[in-house]
């Protein structure tokens, strides 16, 4: 069954510090995605990136970056120089292109992780 | 407006009350989610529409009902709720409706609603 696990559940930072989080998934599947989400105090959940599980590339943007390493079956996510506007709870997702059981169009969550920065 | 809305954005009701929320998105898309989220745990989906046809009701009990009149507005319609059924309830939308939730969905703001 697919899972996502992030094992830190609350993070503090000062402001300026880099902070990585992370998410560990699991899978059956050969093709899927990766998804993480910003969820402010506001209750809004921000789509930050997707990504398909053939794309192994690092990606940046701005002061976020992504590792996503199949081997270690791992999609982390670091903020480099944070900021307060970054406290926020962070979601990862997963979705199997071809499940097709109970749920099947379901993302599957992580239970977040709580960052905190500190001014 | 832009994105997904969602009204009201706090409610409080009592258990022999019924209310609705209500869902707008502004993307053009055609899939429409309700999920809910307790404290402390993951995310659940509930509802999923495509095209304004139910395709998908995880396990839901029937105080909670869904209504999707067309591809821009969805609603969600409580009656006879219990003190658990208090959450954040978030609407999201997605361009197409793809197996294993694959398409990139769009959330809304919630509504946190209060079940006394």
């Known amino acids: 069954a697919q899972k996502v696990t992030q094992a830190q559940t609350e993070i503090s930072v000062v402001e300026k510090e880099d902070v990585t989080l992370d998410c560990v998934y699991e899978?059956?599947?050969?093709?899927?995605?990766l998804f993480w989400y910003k969820q402010p105090p506001s209750g809004e959940l921000v789509f930050l990136i997707r990504r398909n599980s053939f794309d192994e590339q690092n990606e940046i943007s701005g002061r976020y970056s992504w590792n996503f390493q199949k081997s270690t079956s791992s999609f982390n996510f670091t903020i480099t120089a944070s900021q307060v506007v970054d406290s926020a709870v962070y979601f990862c997702a997963l979705s199997e292109v071809f499940y097709s059981g109970a749920g099947s169009y379901q993302l599957t969550f992580g239970k977040g992780t709580k960052l905190s920065v500190i001014p | 407006e832009t994105g997904v809305t969602q009204t009201p954005r706090h409610l409080v009701m009592g258990m022999t009350n019924k209310k609705s929320l209500k869902c707008e998105q502004h993307l053009g898309h055609n899939a429409m989610y309700w999920y809910k989220q307790s404290a402390k745990k993951p995310l659940e989906l509930m509802f999923v529409?495509?095209?304004?046809?139910?395709?998908e009701n995880n396990s839901v009990p029937s105080r909670f009902s869904p209504e999707c009149p067309n591809s821009s507005h969805l609603f969600l319609h409580l009656h006879t709720l219990q003190p658990e059924d208090s959450a954040l309830y978030l609407c999201a939308s997605s361009q197409e409706l793809a197996g294993g939730g694959t398409d990139t969905q769009y959330f809304g703001p919630g509504t946190r609603l209060t079940v006394l």
């Open positions: 899978t059956r599947d050969t093709t899927y995605y």
């Open positions: 529409y495509s095209l304004e046809e139910r395709v």
